[in-house]
């Protein structure tokens, strides 16, 4: 249900925009968030968006990326500026179609749907 894309090579400093599209529906509530994965290390929470919620952000991307969805609700995006290294990682789109807590948006557990993961590498 979840197609994520988007990811590539960049340099330090540089941006990207990640895509994940949530096919055949669109939904009135929802939570979608991005996690990553770096080699090595556990999958690990990015952002995520809630209807009617303010975004939410990890701190180490706080002011560098944005999160946003289409008015259909069907696309959620990523937006990645100043990327640095520590950024490299394959980034996993993730949904639920209802409002999760503010406390629980950082939870992995608590999305039901996931796309496949999309590759950032950021050279330094």
């Known amino acids: 249900q979840l197609q994520a894309s988007g990811g590539g090579l960049v340099q330090a400093g540089g941006s990207l925009r990640l895509s994940c599209v949530a096919s055949?529906?669109?939904?009135?509530?929802?939570?979608m968030a991005w996690f990553r994965q770096a080699p090595g290390k556990e999958r690990e929470f990015v952002a995520a968006?809630?209807?009617?919620?303010?975004?939410t952000f990890a701190d180490a991307v706080k002011g560098r990326f944005t999160i946003s969805t289409d008015i259909a609700k069907t696309t959620v995006f990523l937006q990645m500026n100043s990327l640095k290294a520590e950024d490299t990682a394959v980034y996993y789109c993730?949904?639920?179609?209802?409002?999760?807590?503010?406390?629980?948006?950082?939870?992995?557990?608590?999305?039901?749907?996931w796309g496949q993961g999309t590759l950032v590498t950021v050279s330094s």
């Open positions: 993730a949904a639920t179609w209802r409002r999760i807590v503010l406390s629980s948006v950082r939870n992995k557990d608590e999305y039901d749907f």
């Open positions: 055949g529906r669109t939904f009135s509530t929802y939570s």
């Open positions: 968006s809630r209807t009617g919620g303010s975004p």
